[in-house]
């Protein structure tokens, strides 16, 4: 079974902190995906990754970086964190067979991640 | 672009009662099909696929049947239990390896 790890299930910071969240996963797969997920909103893309040292802008990357210098770990960075970040993080990672993928992604447990 | 409408809930229904929650996919190409299920406190699992016209997708008593003619996907099963309250998700993958998420249908299921 594939297995996404988050590093933290809840974590607490500061308004103006860098907080660093963690995902790795032990199946060797090319993608992986940083969602957040609001109430109401569903899931929304922050930033995507194909390939160790690659990176994609997802829907809402403001405010958010990302590093992939491993191919098993992805890491979503808040440069300073805002209250308005509060949410639950999910990572996932899937597959790369190709064009016109058909393989499902797999989520981490997530993480809460409250900004005060 | 490519999108996806799931039904709004929240969805409450007695034990045993038949459940529907319906999905529609706005697509370029020939999208794969999926719903996940999201239990309180967890992330997403993946609880049945489809990845072409009239698949059928099941798992643990859960169907789908991918619809090209309606651009549907809906969730069906027959007899719902108290341990099957949990958000549903309805999502596709398009070209590339993005996929589009649905809202979210909160299932609660009462003894």
């Known amino acids: 079974d594939v297995k996404v790890t988050q590093s933290s299930r809840y974590l607490v910071k500061r308004t103006g902190e860098k907080v660093f969240l963690e995902c790795v996963q032990d199946?060797?797969?090319?993608?992986m995906f940083w969602y957040r997920q609001d109430p109401g909103l569903g899931l929304r893309l922050i930033y995507f990754?194909?390939?160790?040292?690659?990176?994609e802008k997802g829907d809402i990357p403001e405010g958010y970086s990302v590093s992939r210098e491993k191919k098993e770990r992805f890491s979503l960075i808040l440069e300073s964190a805002s209250t308005n970040q509060t949410s639950m993080y999910l990572c996932?990672?899937?597959?790369?067979?190709?064009?016109?993928?058909?393989?499902?992604?797999?989520f981490g447990d997530g993480t809460r991640l409250s900004i005060l | 672009g490519d999108s996806v409408t799931q039904m709004e809930g929240p969805v409450t229904l007695s034990e045993e009662a038949f459940l529907t929650i319906n999905c529609t996919y706005t697509?370029?190409?020939?999208?794969?099909l999926f719903w996940y299920v999201q239990y309180p406190g967890e992330g997403l699992q993946l609880l049945l696929k489809?990845?072409?016209?009239?698949d059928k997708g099941s798992n643990k008593g859960f169907e789908a049947t991918y619809r090209k003619e309606t651009t549907s996907f809906h969730l069906e099963k027959g007899s719902v239990q108290v341990s099957d309250s949990a958000v549903y998700f309805c999502?596709?993958?398009?070209?590339?390896?993005?996929?589009?998420f649905g809202t979210g249908t909160s299932l609660t299921v009462i003894p």
């Open positions: 199946m060797d797969h090319e993608n």
């Open positions: 990754s194909y390939d160790v040292k690659m990176k």
């Open positions: 999502a596709l993958s398009g070209t590339g390896n993005q996929f589009y």
């Open positions: 996932a990672s899937s597959l790369w067979v190709g064009q016109g993928n058909n393989q499902p992604q797999h």
């Open positions: 489809a990845t072409k016209a009239d």
């Open positions: 697509a370029t190409g020939y999208p794969s």
